[in-house]
């Protein structure tokens, strides 16, 4: 088992670019990491690592090394898959990802019950709303919403989702309500976005009579994390266009209002991804199953109130 961590610290080095951020994936300190490099160098007999200030590149070796080291993790993972799967006792790690509101209200909740559930499955989660490199952070799950057009992975659709354009009384008292979209860009709304590296909506798209039609919204200013922006609407900054679900307690205790309901957004789809390897993994089946009827169950009771 100890040359088969060191290939698996090696596998990481290389896809992360740094022992640092190796040790934190894999919960092993820098140090340790860069004892397990030489071990497996000094077994090997080469040199896998340039090493420079900022990052470790892989040698002409460490590259061809890689190509076979990585398929020998993943037969690994597979064969013990089989064998959880054949015993009917799954167990090892999870590593989910999701974004952040979607995390803490749907998801985050449900990995105690989870485990407890399945005790000797153990679940890392990663809340963030950047777009997460699946394959490069070595996800077994993500939780989205919104476009998902990588066809590298596998999705499983949980349910669509109602958006909802939502504002403060205080900003319609101020600014006034739009009574079309049009007004969004002609009377100059603050619209606020959730912009990030790799995010693709830079639009907001409504449904209206003559189908989807795309707006180019502007804002004073925007961000990466969904909660400011709702907390920067409810302040009576501006207008946010957020799934229903998220919003839903605070248009019922009228702090936000829905705006143009008769021309919403067009619904967004939260989806579980997962590279294609991963459903044969029982325990991987067992969360995709436990959290889709989870969030789903959620989710309805947050939009009838309950």
């Known amino acids: 088992m100890a040359y088969l961590d060191n290939i698996a610290v090696f596998v990481r080095v290389v896809e992360l670019g740094n022992l640092s951020a190796a040790g934190r994936d894999m919960r092993i300190s820098p140090a340790v990491a860069s004892n397990r490099i030489k071990e497996l160098e000094k077994h090997l007999g080469v040199r896998l690592f340039n090493r420079t200030t900022r990052q470790l590149m892989p040698t002409e070796h460490g590259t061809v090394f890689y190509s076979g080291a990585k398929q020998v993790l993943e037969a690994v993972t597979e064969a013990e898959a089989a064998v959880s799967a054949l015993s009917g006792q799954p167990r090892g790690t999870i590593k989910v990802t999701a974004p952040l509101g979607l995390g803490r209200r749907l998801v985050a909740s449900g990995i105690p019950d989870f485990h407890d559930k399945y005790p000797d499955i153990e679940v890392r989660l990663r809340l963030s709303d950047h777009n997460v490199?699946?394959?490069?952070?070595?996800?077994?799950?993500?939780?989205r919403l919104g476009i998902i057009e990588d066809s590298s992975l596998r999705m499983r659709g949980i349910m669509e989702c109602e958006r909802v354009l939502v504002a403060a009384p205080k900003y319609l008292e101020t600014r006034g309500e739009p009574a079309e979209p049009q007004e969004l860009i002609g009377k100059k709304h603050d619209c606020l976005m959730l912009r990030y590296s790799g995010a693709r909506e830079y639009v907001w798209t409504l449904q209206t009579a003559d189908g989807p039609r795309k707006f180019e919204v502007h804002g004073p200013y925007d961000t990466d994390d969904g909660d400011v922006l709702t907390g920067w609407a409810l302040s009576g900054?501006?207008?946010?266009?957020k799934p229903r679900f998220e919003v839903e307690p605070f248009i019922r205790d009228?702090?936000?209002?829905?705006?143009?309901?008769?021309?919403?957004p067009t619904p967004v789809q939260f989806a579980a991804v997962y590279p294609h390897k991963k459903l044969q993994d029982p325990k991987v089946r067992l969360l995709l199953d436990f959290m889709a009827e989870r969030c789903q169950r959620l989710i309805k009771d947050i939009l009838a109130g309950k």
């Open 133 to 143: 490199d699946i394959m490069k952070e070595g996800i077994d799950v993500a939780f």
């Open 237 to 241: 900054r501006g207008i946010i266009n």
């Open 254 to 264: 009228r702090r936000l209002k829905v705006i143009l309901p008769d021309t919403p």
